[in-house]
């Protein structure tokens, strides 16, 4: 069965300091892999995917995760805090070969960025 | 933007009352989902869609029932509401590669 895990249910950074939100899966076949952030009282928006063979891959607002699979991470950075990634962020795993498109969140972490 | 519309956004109700939650999509895309966010446990499939009446369970359905008479609607009852149903809910749709797209919500409070 797939699992995530997101380490830290809190994380807190100065602006302008790197961000990291770590994630690990657990899967059987290859994964797809994913991280959505949640703005206060929105719903889920895609920050980016690993869906393909590059294993470092770009997003929306400057974030980037590296799919790590001798590590089963998928690990998500910005090198430099904003004020507005004050959020909550989700990993998610997918079953590459499955045919119901279903997705395997992980708990959540909340990003706190101090000024 | 998905075209995802959830309806309603707020719902206040009674314990033991039916609830139905309705998600809209305008893309005609195939398959789609209800999930539960409650603190602490992310975001749990509570039933999906892979067709017009083809459903199936997700990891949290004791308490829930799903329809889909249409393509475009997919709606989730609550046939007799209880306090451990208060939570916020999201309907999603997939596109290729399981990217899926979430409506904005609905926060439900059972009382």
């Known amino acids: 069965a797939q699992s995530v895990t997101q380490l830290g249910s809190h994380v807190s950074v100065s602006e302008g300091a790197l961000v990291l939100l770590r994630c690990n899966y657990s899967?059987?076949?290859?994964?797809?892999l994913f991280w959505y952030v949640q703005y206060p009282n929105q719903g889920l928006q895609l920050l980016l995917k690993?869906?393909?063979?590059?294993?470092l891959v770009k997003g929306i607002n400057g974030f980037e995760a590296e799919f790590k699979k001798s590590e089963t991470s998928f690990h998500l950075t910005k090198p430099s805090a904003h004020m507005s990634d004050a959020a909550e962020y989700f990993c998610?795993?997918?079953?590459?070969?499955?045919?119901?498109?279903?997705?395997?969140f992980g708990q959540g972490t909340t990003l706190q960025v101090k000024p | 933007d998905a075209g995802i519309t959830q309806s309603p956004r707020h719902k206040v109700t009674e314990t033991g009352t039916p609830v139905t939650l309705r998600c809209h999509q305008t893309?005609?895309?195939?398959?789609m989902y209800w999930y539960r966010q409650d603190p602490g446990h992310g975001l749990r499939l509570i039933h999906y869609s892979y067709g017009v009446k083809d459903t199936d369970k997700g990891e949290v359905s004791d308490g829930y029932s799903v329809s889909r008479s249409k393509t475009e609607d997919f709606l989730l009852t609550l046939e007799s509401a209880t306090s451990s149903q208060t939570s916020v809910y999201f309907c999603?749709?997939?596109?290729?590669?399981?990217?899926?797209?979430f409506g904005a919500g609905t926060r439900l409070s059972v009382l």
């Open positions: 893309e005609n895309h195939r398959y």
């Open positions: 690993y869906t393909s063979a590059a294993t």
């Open positions: 899967s059987s076949v290859p994964p797809y």
């Open positions: 998610a795993v997918s079953d590459r070969g499955g045919n119901t498109g279903k997705l395997i």
């Open positions: 999603a749709i997939s596109e290729p590669q399981n990217i899926q797209y």
